[in-house]
């Protein structure tokens, strides 16, 4: 299981989802495949990212088995994470 | 040719342009230099910055040339945050900063900087309670744009500038790249603010950081002293004079053209208002350069796309981060995904005509329709 997370620089709402990400991988450690829209343009544009970000896929096998996008509270990212796990 | 994107960059005043041709034929000296042509060119400099500080009411020696805004910005956040950092590593902004503030403060953030959003209010205002609320004592810089450039919101400057001057640890930048030379505001208690030519009819290249004399911040450029030990380089004299030509022309006709720039602004929004297929984005608080909307169903680039056919010109996000399709400031203004989805802005400026939202309009209401069949038929 791994999670690919694309952001942007001049995004706030990914600044905000950084810092929440941060605190849940510490409390449900998972690997996190970070992408900048702008920077890693053509690995990002191979998940098709859509119109809002952040972009978190959630990957299982190389297979995307779950996608949010935009804002999120640290409680729906674990709740998603025990979701997925089990 | 109908411009409706006077906030992305507006065209260049032909006194200004003439002022910054004859300056730089006229002052070839490099004003850092001891000769009499340099000399020369430092006089021009320091009365050019001397008409600066008596238009915006600050000290001469609180003004720093930069490139533009962009450097402005950077200047001040990452000025503030190499000299203090020893205090803290806490920020505080807005969700409505434009992207060269969002952008170097995500750097921050990967530098290990915390970096806290104010809440804003139904009408996209701060949360002033929730600014005191969020103020720690690691906290080095609030920065808050007084008017966000897509929606055109209205920050109260003033009121976070009376709270924060309790804090004398806490500096307050504000970009006033979209306000300067469009309303005033009361700067005594706002530490730095940025702004840039480009905005108020003068050249691209030249903007200013306007940093309150007591306060040290740590260069982002160095290589010693120019016209201020904080921006090192060449003064670049012609763009210089060019900036108080510029300032100087838009604060002299301020309140004139804010008066013809709100009636426009009205007169457009009472067309537009009933248009069931029309949502407007920008509000009360909003300065009347500055017009969102949201066309519902129609993507915004292919509404631009389709103005521009007809010489009219508009846009869709800010220009310096287009490239993701729904707009963070109108979803954070109207907590809708669809009128972020589908906004385009229509910027505003007392060079516009009346005549030319007439036609605006109408290609307009002709586009709306076109593509609606187009996207039926499909």
């Known amino acids: 299981m791994k999670v690919v997370k694309i952001t942007a620089v001049w995004c706030s709402a990914c600044l905000i989802m950084n810092k929440i990400w941060n605190k849940v991988i510490e409390k449900k450690p998972i690997e996190t495949i970070s992408l900048d829209l702008d920077f890693d343009e053509e690995e990002s544009n191979k998940y098709t990212p859509g119109e809002v970000l952040p972009v978190f896929i959630f990957m299982d096998n190389d297979k995307e088995i779950k996608r949010i996008t935009g804002e999120h509270t640290e409680e729906e990212l674990i709740k998603i994470l025990e979701e997925i796990g089990d | 040719m109908i411009y409706l994107d006077y906030s992305a960059t507006t065209p260049v005043n032909n006194e200004v342009l003439d002022t910054f041709v004859k300056a730089t034929n006229a002052y070839i000296g490099n004003p850092n230099s001891l000769h009499k042509l340099g000399v020369e060119s430092k006089k021009l400099i320091d009365a050019s910055t001397e008409q600066i500080s008596k238009l915006l009411n600050v000290s001469s020696k609180e003004i720093i040339y930069t490139s533009g805004a962009t450097e402005a910005n950077n200047a001040a956040i990452l000025g503030v945050c190499y000299r203090y950092s020893n205090r803290g590593k806490h920020i ?118 306007i940093k309150k004399e007591n306060i040290v911040i ?52 009472d067309k537009l208002k009933d248009n069931k297929d029309i949502h407007i984005n920008s509000n009360e608080y909003s300065i009347p350069h500055i017009l969102n909307i949201s066309i519902m169903g129609i993507k915004p680039e292919t509404m631009l796309h389709a103005l521009e056919e007809e010489d009219i010109y508009i846009s869709t996000q800010t220009a310096c981060a287009s490239k993701a399709t729904s707009s963070l400031a109108v979803y954070e203004l109207t907590k809708n995904l669809e009128y972020s989805k589908y906004s385009i802005r229509i910027s505003l400026s007392h060079l516009t005509k009346r005549e030319e939202l007439d036609t605006f309009y109408n290609v307009l209401i002709k586009k709306i329709e076109e593509l609606k069949s187009l996207n039926e038929s499909r």
Request: aromatic share 8%; hydrophobic share 35%; net charge negative.
């Open chain 2, 92 to 209: 505080i902004t807005t969700k409505l900063e434009h992207s060269s503030i969002t952008a170097t403060l995500q750097y921050l953030q990967n530098h290990g900087y915390d970096i806290d959003f104010l809440e804003t209010d139904s009408t996209g205002r701060v949360d002033l309670d929730n600014l005191k609320s969020l103020i720690r004592d690691d906290t080095i810089l609030v920065t808050v744009a007084s008017v966000n450039s897509e929606v055109g919101v209205i920050q109260p400057i003033e009121e976070i500038g009376n709270i924060l001057k309790d804090y004398p640890k806490i500096y307050f930048h504000s970009d006033m790249t979209q306000s300067i030379g469009k309303i005033n505001f009361n700067i005594e208690n706002v530490d730095m603010i940025s702004f840039s030519a480009q905005k108020i009819y003068g050249l691209k290249g030249i903007g200013c950081l």
């Open chain 2, 218 to 269: 740590d260069p982002i450029i160095h290589g010693g002293k120019s016209t201020t030990i904080y921006r090192s380089g060449t003064p670049a004299v012609g763009l210089i004079v060019s900036v108080s030509k510029a300032l100087r022309l838009v604060m002299e006709n301020l309140d004139e053209n804010y008066e013809y720039v709100y009636s426009l602004n009205k007169y457009l929004k």
